[in-house]
């Protein structure tokens, strides 16, 4: 069956985006580092969100899966992209996973466009429910790596010392793009600061 879906680019501020987010089973703190979002649109009508984003940093199954390690982690881990929201207030048999396909081809055409570095892969968390096992991932072809552990390391600030906090178990699942490989060489221009080429000192777009 097919359907006709368009995916939306938007701001992750736009009110429509943000009136369905806050309806996810996440809550919404909003989004760091690199990231896409999209409207999710069925004939005529706004039917749900998905947005992508930077991946986290360390996760033993994910890191086996894609072979990262700590030589390679800091220029390949922009080469694959954590499906970070996937909210759909439309039900139909298929839908999800149609809409889930969509994106991810979607999505690795504007990501390399953004961010200069061609995608090899995609990671996903969901959190376990009776009702919500990653059912969709599974159609889609993606690969159950596992559980988290249940905690994760978090910081206020660069300088500050890390703390390790209790957080929900969730279910991993991820997934390889054929024919393409990690980033061996990603230089991340896309966040730096400019610079004035009068006295070189840094230019601010305010």
Same mark, same amino acid.
Request: hydrophobic share 35%.
């Given at each position: 069956m097919t359907f006709n879906i368009e995916l939306i680019r938007c701001k992750r501020t736009e009110p429509i985006y943000q009136d369905i987010r806050n309806r996810h089973y996440?809550?919404?703190?909003?989004? +760091?580092?690199?990231? *896409?979002?999209? *409207?999710?649109? @069925?004939d005529?009508?706004? #039917? /749900?969100?998905?947005?992508?984003?930077?991946?986290? $940093?360390?996760?033993?199954? &994910?890191?086996?899966?894609?072979?990262?390690?700590?030589?390679?982690?800091? #220029?390949a881990l922009p080469s694959i992209i954590n499906n970070t929201v996937f909210r759909l207030e439309k039900h139909e048999p298929n @839908? %999800?996973?149609?809409? @889930?396909?969509? $994106?991810?081809?979607? #999505? %690795?055409?504007? $990501?390399?466009?953004?961010?200069?570095?061609?995608? +090899? /892969?995609?990671?996903?968390?969901? #959190?376990?429910?009776? +009702? &919500?096992?990653? %059912? *969709?991932? *599974? %159609?889609?072809? $993606? @690969?159950?790596?596992?559980?988290?552990? /249940?905690?994760?390391?978090?910081h206020k600030g660069l300088a500050t010392k890390s703390e390790r906090i209790?957080?929900?178990?969730?279910?991993?699942y991820a997934k390889k793009i054929l024919k393409t490989a990690l980033s061996t060489a990603y230089n991340p221009t896309w966040n730096k600061p400019k610079v004035c080429a009068v006295n070189r000192s840094l230019c601010l777009d305010l």
């Open positions: 996440v809550p919404n703190r909003g989004t +760091h580092g690199q990231q *896409l979002h999209y *409207l999710i649109k @069925l005529e009508d706004i #039917v /749900g969100i998905i947005s992508g984003a930077s991946c986290v $940093w360390a996760v033993k199954s &994910r890191d086996d899966y894609f072979g990262l390690n700590k030589e390679n982690k800091r #220029v @839908l %999800a996973t149609f809409v @889930l396909s969509r $994106w991810r081809k979607r #999505v %690795a055409v504007d $990501w390399e466009e953004r961010y200069k570095v061609k995608v +090899h /892969g995609f990671e996903t968390f969901v #959190v376990e429910e009776d +009702h &919500r096992k990653g %059912a *969709l991932y *599974l %159609a889609d072809n $993606w @690969l159950y790596l596992g559980e988290t552990s /249940g905690s994760t390391k978090t209790t957080t929900n178990i969730k279910m991993i």
